[in-house]
C-alpha cells in the first residue's frame, strides 16, 4: 500500500522505519518546516525530514497542511493512508478527505485517557500506574477517532516520561505496522472511543516545570520525572535557576521546611510538604551538569533555600 508518513520528532522515527522496512511504501513524508535550533540559531532540518533526505524521500514542509500547493501534491501522490505520529499541527478536514483509507494517528495514551499534545507527561504527572498507545483514526476533533489497536505499558515507580515515551515509541511502532497490514486487508475495523474516561494533557510549559517544594514529596517527584527531559524541572537558587535531574524521596532524611536544603558530605536533601527528598543531577545557570553533592560543596553554607 503507498502510504505518506506524517511525523517530526525523533519520536516518530522508529514507526518510519518500521513501515519503510514493511511491504507498505513510503512515497513522502510530511513534517514541519526547518526551524532555528540551539544556541546559535540555525536552521535545522526535522528528525523525520533529515531521515528522509538520507533514504532519498520526498519531505513535504508545509507551513500549514490547508496549504493548496500541499494539497495538490498530496492528490499527486495518489496515497491510499496517511499514519501519523507526533506531527505537530492540526490537519484540516480538506486534507483528511484526500486518501481514500484516511489518516491514521498514534497516540501514547489509552484512549479516552489524555486526549492532547502531552499524553505521557500527564500520565506520569497524575501518578498513574499503567499507560500505552493507541492508533485511532484522525477526525477534526482532538483525538476523538475510533480506535483500530492498543497496547498498554506499566509506568514504573521511576520512570521519567523520556523513559516511558522511548518504550512507548518502540512498541507503537510494531502497533502501527499491524494496524496497516490490518487496514489494507480490509480485515479491521476502528470502535469507537468509550464516552467515559476523558482527561485532557495540554501541552506542557516551563512554568508547569517549575517545582512547588509546597507540595508533598510524591508530588515533587512526579513533577520531576514527568518534565524529565523535555522541558526540565527548574527552581531558583540566590535568584538564579537551578535545573533539577529525577530525585529520590527519603523518609528517614532530615526534617525540613518547604524549599530547605540541608548539605550534607555526600548527599544534598530538600524539604517538601512531607518527606524530604535527596537531589541527584543539578545544572547551575551557566554550568554544566553536575552530582547534587559536587554541588552542595560549593555553597557558602551548609543550609540554603530553594524557591
Known amino acids: 500500500m503507498r502510504v505518506l508518513f506524517a511525523g517530526t520528532p525523533e519520536v516518530a522515527l522508529p514507526t518510519l522505519e518500521a513501515l519503510h522496512a514493511s511491504d507498505h511504501e513510503v512515497v513522502a513524508v510530511l513534517t514541519r518546516p526547518d526551524a532555528r535550533v540551539g544556541r546559535g540559531r ?15 524521500i520526498e519531505a513535504l514542509t508545509p507551513s500549514k497542511p490547508r496549504e493548496e500547493a500541499f494539497l495538490e501534491r498530496l492528490r499527486e501522490l495518489e496515497v491510499e493512508l496517511v499514519p501519523v505520529v507526533a506531527y505537530g499541527a492540526l490537519v484540516p478536514p480538506e486534507a483528511l478527505a484526500v486518501p481514500p483509507l484516511g489518516w491514521i494517528n498514534l497516540h501514547f495514551s489509552l484512549l479516552p485517557a489524555w486526549r492532547g499534545a502531552a499524553p505521557v507527561q500527564h500520565a506520569v504527572l497524575a501518578g498513574d500506574e499503567m499507560t500505552g498507545a493507541c492508533v485511532f483514526r484522525l477526525e477534526p476533533g ?12 506499566p509506568i514504573g515507580p521511576a520512570d521519567t516520561a523520556g523513559d516511558l515515551l522511548g518504550r512507548l515509541a518502540g512498541a507503537g511502532s510494531r502497533l502501527m505496522v499491524d494496524v496497516v497490514d490490518g487496514i489494507a486487508a480490509g480485515a479491521l475495523a476502528a470502535e469507537p472511543q468509550p464516552a467515559d474516561g476523558v482527561s485532557y494533557a495540554p501541552k506542557i510549559t516551563a512554568a508547569d516545570a517549575r517545582v512547588r517544594w509546597g507540595d508533598p514529596a510524591f508530588a515533587v517527584d512526579r513533577r520531576i520525572r514527568a518534565v524529565t527531559p523535555v522541558p526540565g524541572a527548574w527552581t531558583e537558587h540566590d535568584g538564579a535557576r537551578l535545573r533539577l535531574g529525577p530525585v529520590t524521596v527519603d523518609p528517614a532524611g532530615p526534617d525540613l521546611e518547604p524549599g530547605r536544603v540541608a548539605v550534607g558530605k555526600r548527599a544534598v536533601h530538600v524539604g517538601t510538604a512531607t518527606d524530604p527528598v ?24 551548609a543550609e540554603t533555600r530553594l524557591s
Open 42 to 56: 540555525r536552521m535545522s532540518r526535522s528528525p523525520v525530514a533529515a531521515w528522509a533526505d538520507e533514504h532519498g
Open 142 to 153: 482532538l483525538d476523538t477517532g475510533p480506535v483500530y489497536g492498543r497496547l498498554t505499558e
Open 278 to 301: 535527596l537531589l541527584g543531577r543539578v545544572q547551575p545557570a551557566g554550568k554544566q551538569r553536575m552530582d547534587a553533592a559536587a554541588w552542595g560543596r560549593g555553597l557558602q553554607t
